[in-house]
């Protein structure tokens, strides 16, 4: 593998949709959405309506979760204990719905788009090995959605502590489990949504194509690391460190398998398939 | 065996179908090193296709394809390290400038960014590097294309199709290009359909046609194997004065085009036609023997393998 080239192929990937205003702005308001005006909205919400039944029912959720992550609830109060639950618990899962939504999008289009463009008839025609490109698209799309992912985690935390912090007796956030769910848990389902993705991308004739059979794959993902990522945050580190480790294991078989199924004559133009 | 008959790039017995559709049948023909091989035939014919397979962007159904003496299928990242390809509508990412699609083609070909900008220099594109190629006229981007085609100096360079969109100065820069590069020692192989490019630069010629090699060779070869016999122009004040050429003795066949082509059995027969149709009242305006162009060649090797069909 020749990272150099590698490097070349995923830096004019970022560059190109860093350029191209109508695709990432979308995205950047769907990470906003999730990562900031939704926890804004609700955590403010809380603390407007502290006394009201709202928040009594809230307590009773967050006093149902299991004996040890009680333990772990911080606040003395029902307002504070409800409003810690929903920061660290509640809205776990969007760390792996936003990044993941973003790679799906950029990667569904990731080799298609170059056979639409004509621009894969470069590719084709150049050094780079078949595995050399798909390494590139991979962490061309990984990267986007990361980044927001990472970003956007940044600013969560920026705003739960803003907002429950004085309720629980300071910054409280990134918790050991949210780190080990964005740092080690979700990069590899994203690596194994891209995986797939881009196999479709070899294979459909549009990138419209692309998108439609993409969401296919996206979806089952999406609920899959969902799932999984709400049980995480409930569960002991180590057992994240384990999901985490079986989903690279998983994302690495992909890798292999899919850098195969591509054949270079897939990246010239449709009409070589006439 | 010289270096110039060294042969860069050999097709044996090559098939390549998609589908039922047959792009290229038992193709055979070799470019020699440092010579400048035209491929030509109508739209259709497999001239892509070629280029395709010679990269191994492509694979044969079978057949040998060799470039360098490497096969594309094995070594393929060796052999298109060493050729640079203009394919016949060069895109480029649109949304970024010309100079950072050449800083890209620098780095994947593992070139300097000075010689990318040697390469735009050398086309005359310097100036338009900054703007975004998406705003490039068809003449802009055919030079930018050539020059992201030969920024790493390479020792094969398919054109196909390269003055296809452009205006005259851009069209006499690529064949410029390429009489410099062959000059160098570099091989150069150009598709084309337009016969008036081919004159001239042609090394060698490959005619293809609904992918089979009609005829291979040097023009002189061609000339020599399709029009052995010579042709001999004749017009006249009063054109219908010339039908009596076709009975006269010598005159193997004859081609009216205005004026008539006559194909004889030697040129020293042209002053006893002069003579004889003088005779028979002709008031003739020009004779001259013909020089053959590729023009006259192609339509010649067309109809000697329509006829033997």
Redesign the interface.
């Known amino acids: 593998m020749r990272w150099r080239m590698v490097k070349a192929v995923v830096r004019i990937d970022l560059y190109r949709l860093f350029k191209t205003k109508d695709y990432w702005i979308p995205l950047v308001i769907l990470g906003s959405m999730f990562f900031v005006f939704l926890p804004i909205l609700l955590l403010g919400s809380l603390n407007l309506i502290a006394r009201s039944p709202t928040i009594a029912q809230l307590a009773d959720i967050v006093g149902a979760l299991p004996d040890a992550v009680q333990a772990n609830i911080r606040g003395e109060s029902p307002a504070a204990r409800a409003a810690y639950g929903v920061s660290v618990y509640l809205l776990a899962p969007i760390a792996i719905v936003v990044p993941l939504t973003i790679s799906s999008a950029v990667g569904s289009n990731a080799i298609v788009g170059e056979r639409e463009k004509g621009t894969g008839e470069y590719l084709a025609h150049s050094p780079l090995t078949v595995k050399e490109i798909y390494i590139a698209k991979l962490l061309g799309s990984l990267i986007p959605g990361y980044l927001a992912g990472i970003v956007g985690f940044a600013m969560y935390a920026v705003v739960v502590n803003v907002l429950v912090g004085s309720l629980v007796g300071g910054w409280f956030f990134p918790t050991p489990g949210w780190i080990i769910l964005v740092l080690w848990v979700i990069p590899p389902f994203i690596t194994i949504a891209l995986a797939l993705i881009l196999r479709i991308s070899a294979r459909v004739r549009s990138s419209a194509a692309a998108s439609q059979a993409s969401s296919l794959v996206t979806l089952p993902v999406i609920l899959m690391s969902y799932g999984i990522a709400t049980g995480l945050i409930y569960s002991p580190v180590a057992s994240a460190a384990i999901v985490g480790l079986v989903a690279w294991i998983i994302a690495a078989i992909l890798l292999v398998t899919g850098s195969k199924s591509i054949k270079r004559e897939r990246l010239l133009g449709v009409s070589a398939e006439a | 065996m010289n270096n110039s008959m060294t042969p860069a790039i050999t097709f044996t017995s090559v098939r390549k179908t ?2 039922d ?1 047959v792009a290229l049948d038992s193709v055979d023909f070799s470019a020699p090193k440092g010579s400048v091989t035209v491929l030509l035939g109508p739209n259709g014919a497999g001239k892509t296709t070629t280029v ?1 397979l010679t ?5 044969p159904d079978s057949g040998v394809v060799t470039v360098l003496g490497l096969d594309p299928q094995i070594h ?3 052999v ?2 060493r ?1 640079g ?1 203009v ?1 016949p ?8 400038s010309g100079w ?1 699609n050449l800083q ?2 620098a ?4 070139a300097d960014e000075s010689m990318a900008l040697e390469a735009a220099k050398r086309f005359e594109i310097e100036d338009a590097l900054g703007q975004d190629v998406g705003g490039y006229s068809t003449g802009m981007r055919t030079r930018l294309a050539l020059a ?1 085609a030969v920024l790493h100096d390479p020792e094969v360079l398919m054109l196909d199709e390269p003055t296809a969109g452009l205006d005259p100065e851009s069209a006499r820069s690529v064949l410029e290009l390429i009489g410099e590069m062959a000059g160098r020692g570099r091989t150069i192989v150009m598709c084309t359909h337009l016969l008036h490019e081919a004159q001239g630069i042609a090394d060698q010629l490959v005619l293809l046609e609904e992918g089979t090699v009609e005829a291979a060779g040097s023009p002189r070869d061609l000339i020599r194997r399709y029009m052995s016999n010579p042709i001999v122009i004749i017009d006249a004040e009063d054109r219908s004065m010339l039908r009596a050429a076709a009975e006269l003795d010598g005159v193997l066949s004859v081609r009216y085009d205005g004026a008539a082509h006559l194909t004889v059995d030697s040129i020293d027969r042209t002053s006893d036609i002069v003579t004889e149709l003088v005779k028979r009242g002709a008031r003739l305006t020009r004779v001259e023997p013909l020089d053959p162009t590729l023009e006259d060649l192609y339509f010649e090797i067309q109809r000697v393998h329509r006829r033997s069909q």
């Open positions: 998609f589908g559709v395709r990269t191994g962007a492509m694979i393929g990242d060796e298109r390290a050729v390809v394919p509508k060069p895109a480029f990412y649109d949304q970024i950072d890209f083609a780095a994947i070909f593992e992201r």
